[in-house]
T-cell receptor
Framework: EDQVTQSPEALRLQEGESSSLNCSYT??????LFWYRQDPGKGPEFLFT???AGEEKEKERLKATLTKKESFLHITAPKPEDSATYLC?????????????FGKGTTLSVSS | DSGVTQTPKHLITATGQRVTLRCSPR?????VYWYQQSLDQGLQFLIQ???????AKGNILERFSAQQFPDLHSELNLSSLELGDSALYFC?????????????FGPGTRLTVL
């Protein structure tokens, strides 16, 4: 069964304290791995897509990396406005359609 | 703003009732997806339509149904509502094939069943 596990469930950081969020996945064949940011009561906001092991993408203070079994979202020198829930999702080959399978997310709180 | 619109934003109704949620995809996107988000289950895929045809089904209850119209907007119908159906319902849209694989989500409809 295709599955996504994110850790930790919650993370508290001081402003400027860099850290990483983990997304482990089990999938029959990976078509793509996606990172989203979600603010309370809002829809998920697309951040990155990664397709193959070794791929990296960056956007401002965020950098996503991918291996054959997991992905990391590195947050460098976070600011309070980076506080949100970060969701990881996979799209599997061989499935009907192109739906996403989501992890339960990591809730990040950054204090000043 | 993702370009995906959903109405209504909030819906409060009673058990046993029926409601309809509406979604308009981003301009040019042919695929529409519906997801349900509850506190304990996270984001769960319900159903996908592509250019008016059902493409894939996830954990969608038989009491729920959806359709995509010729103008590509989609509706999710929820009937015989139960307390456990209270959740956030999101619509997402995407293009087709790489590099149009990303799904863009709407603001959601919060359904409360009393």
């Amino acid at each position: 069964e295709d599955q996504v596990t994110q850790s930790p469930e919650a993370l508290r950081l001081q402003e400027g304290e860099s850290s990483s969020l983990n997304c482990s996945y089990t999938v029959s064949g990976l078509r793509g791995l996606f990172w989203y940011r979600q603010d309370p009561g809002k829809g998920p906001e697309f951040l990155f897509t990664l397709y193959s092991a070794g791929e990296e993408k960056e956007k401002e203070r965020l950098k996503a990396t991918l291996t054959k079994k997991e992905s990391f979202l590195h947050i460098t020198a976070p600011k309070p406005e980076d506080s949100a829930t970060y969701l990881c999702a996979v799209q599997a080959m061989g499935q009907a359609g192109t739906a996403l399978i989501f992890g339960k997310g990591t809730t990040l709180s950054v204090s000043s | 703003d993702s370009g995906v619109t959903q109405t209504p934003k909030h819906l409060i109704t009673a058990t046993g009732q029926r409601v309809t949620l509406r979604c308009s995809p981003r301009s040019g996107d042919l695929s529409v997806y519906w997801y349900q988000q509850s506190l304990d289950q996270g984001l769960q895929f319900l159903i996908q339509y592509y250019n008016g045809e059902e493409r894939a089904k996830g954990n969608i209850l038989e009491r729920f149904s959806a359709q995509q119209f010729p103008d590509l907007h989609s509706e999710l119908n929820l009937s015989s509502l139960e307390l456990g159906d209270s959740a956030l319902y999101f619509c997402a849209s995407s293009g087709f094939g790489l590099p149009n694989n990303e799904q863009f989500f709407g603001p959601g409809t919060r359904l409360t069943v009393l």
